[in-house]
């Protein structure tokens, strides 16, 4: 097992990142004040490993209530987030209750956002369970829910106790939810930790096949990329926290151009990458062979790499309205080289619609 | 004008309080960081005043949208709240954003709520126009909004960048409104400021006229006991913002046992208030003439003093479920003198009863 302290001072808090860490109290019960907990997790995840975690908080001494919500984002709106209010407030569950998230990024968005607005504050623990919400969103402390007119646009900034990362659970995860995780794994080394990446390019087969040494220093040294870049802009004030973004104004615009849902985010998020690859290439800022050795790794990931026939002029407006970009200058995250994002609002229009138009070329060598 | 600052550390705000304010740039543009601002108000309050406030932002060069609530407890909830989200969408409102309240306690929680949660944080100017808002509800940062199954139940602590508070405003305020306010400004006198009291004592006539410089004194001086008491205690971690709630215990229940509405909260914490003090008084804490002065000046102010016709064991159900009760004991605020308040859970049961019993008799001298 390993251990990775999250330094936010008085919020700091550990991620525990090993095999079957669902069975141990010792890494669920010293972070529990109360004796009350809600269980929240989906019609999915529930079935597989609400059980396991249920018995250790039972055997704990704990009352355990639990919340099911329906899976899928199209539920992460206020009307479902109230049937986790519902279930507190039916268990009549005091300010000194703790919720624990057990499911993927949907669940812990809305089992945070929760645990953030009941009684105004409560205790909140992640068990992450898909590698995407183990690799981001155990560390930042997002959450929130979507409104009819945007993606999470209501939330609050609120950070676990304690976080889990089971390497076990990935086992039952559908192969393109693996691989959409892995584009965010991939991501930091993309932006900010060249080490990591050629550690992944030797490390991809295995990866592939979930091994869980391997996935869980692939887990460690994303949380911990993570970690350092929200440490140093906790409530997302400066630019640092941007480059996290890498991939994902291209990637915007592609989930938002074929409707949410049809692409998933990391996959989204994996072309849009080698899209920003494909214009700092043409910016001169990294090489052709730069840009194959990106295309390699995602491909090895099974992660799409070209962008679906979408106008430039389309791509364009959809990248325009994301809320990344302030004052109607489009900002964008480019590598300055590969191994560190950098944030500008100056690359030039013209080869920024040389990207937008290479579509199936970007495939290619 | 009357300049009150509330101390907490960067969250710290200042509190203008004098005539007319409402048209005064200098108190409400210094205050909005960007350049697009949501006034949110009622359907009540906005025909009075919000041309006005809309005027001076728009006149500093300001984006001013706006969204107008029904009036009205029944609507302090989710639904409605959404009308704010829907309007800062709708005009495509950034995080730097800024939320004016300008309306009483339910417009200003469900802003200040709404601007915790937009964008997962934007800026938030409170306009208060009961005074029961100037007072209470300026200071302490609570917002949040009702769920079926229980008051202020979800919710967040989130500081205003400044508050407003007129004292002209107040003369449109419907009489029991603002009786219901001066409970709870006594209330400050009665927990912890003996000379309040009994400057109170000496203008109680001039503050029923709504004489405008006494208002602002009155204002100034609940706004500094509750920043006082807020300041040792911003997130209610310990007793101390409880003394807060003198009157609250046994007033809720009035207000549950009643159905919602039907006495104004303020009256119920006046009558509360004074059930308070017969108990303190039937504890040997405060004297019977300590009794008559508190029975005289909510009398004065316009507040009833006789609770409604509810039997012991009714009154008790109420008060057990009150959310200040914690572990199941009956905690209650009583008054160890005149002027200095104190939680306890060892009131006896017996002394209770007979002031549940008292009815009628809590009116007579
Ligand atoms: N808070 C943050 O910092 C942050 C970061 C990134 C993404 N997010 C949010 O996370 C969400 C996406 O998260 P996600 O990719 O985990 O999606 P998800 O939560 O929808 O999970 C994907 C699918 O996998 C299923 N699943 C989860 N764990 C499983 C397991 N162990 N075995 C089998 N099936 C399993 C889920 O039920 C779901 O059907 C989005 O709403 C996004 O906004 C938040
Ligand atoms: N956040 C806090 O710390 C805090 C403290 C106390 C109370 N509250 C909340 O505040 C609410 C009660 O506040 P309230 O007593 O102000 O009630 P309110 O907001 O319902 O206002 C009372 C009535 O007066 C009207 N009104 C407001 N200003 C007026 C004016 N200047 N002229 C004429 N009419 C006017 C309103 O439209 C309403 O009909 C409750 O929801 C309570 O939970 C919050
Ligand atoms: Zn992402
Ligand atoms: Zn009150």
Redesign the pocket.
């Known amino acids: 097992m390993q251990k990775l302290e999250v330094q936010l001072g008085e919020r700091s808090y550990p991620i525990f990142i090993g095999e079957s860490l669902l069975d141990r109290p010792e890494c669920l019960l010293p972070y529990i004040r109360g004796r009350q907990v809600l269980l929240v997790s989906?019609e999915?995840?529930a079935p597989?490993?609400a059980e396991r975690v249920r018995k250790v908080l039972a055997d704990g001494g704990l009352t355990v209530a639990e919340a099911i919500l329906p899976?899928?984002?199209a539920y992460?709106d206020w009307q479902h987030l109230n049937l986790i209010f519902d279930a507190l407030l039916a268990a009549r569950f005091s300010r000194k209750a703790t919720l624990v998230a057990l499911?993927?990024?949907?669940?812990?968005?809305m089992t945070?956002f929760a645990a953030a607005c009941y009684q105004r504050g409560v205790d909140f623990i992640q068990i992450?369970?898909?590698l995407?919400?183990q690799v981001?969103?155990s560390?930042?402390g997002?959450?929130g829910i979507n409104h009819p007119l945007g993606?999470?646009m209501i939330g609050a900034f609120m950070q676990p106790r304690v976080v889990l990362a089971d390497t076990t659970?990935?086992r039952?995860?559908?192969d393109r939810?693996y691989s959409?995780?892995l584009a965010?794994v991939i991501k930091y080394g993309l932006i900010r930790d060249l080490p990591f990446l050629e550690w992944l390019e030797r490390h991809m087969d295995g990866l592939m096949a979930r091994d869980p040494a391997l996935l869980a220093e692939a887990i460690l040294r994303s949380c911990r990329n993570k970690a350092e870049v929200v440490a140093a802009d906790e409530l997302e004030q400066n630019d640092l926290r941007a480059l996290l973004n890498l991939g994902h104004t291209f990637g915007h615009a592609i989930e938002t151009a074929m409707g949410y849902g049809s692409w998933?985010?990391?996959e989204a998020v994996a072309t849009g990458m080698l899209m920003a690859a494909d214009l700092s290439w043409r910016e001169n800022w990294i090489s052709h062979q730069d840009v194959a050795r990106i295309r390699t790794i995602l491909v090895r990931s099974g992660l799409p790499v070209v962008p679906p026939p979408v106008s430039p002029d389309e791509f364009l407006r959809h990248m325009a309205v994301d809320k990344k970009n302030i004052d109607g200058r489009l900002r964008l995250v480019l590598l300055r080289q590969l191994g560190r994002a950098v944030v500008t609002d100056e690359a030039d229009r013209g080869r920024l619609v040389a990207t937008l138009m290479a579509g199936e070329h970007l495939g290619q060598a």
């Open positions: 989906n999915t995840v597989l490993y899976d899928g984002e992460k499911g993927g990024g949907v669940v812990g968005d945070g992450p369970t898909t995407l919400a981001d969103s560390v930042g997002k959450t993606k999470n659970v990935l039952s995860l559908p939810e959409a995780g965010e998933l985010h990391g």
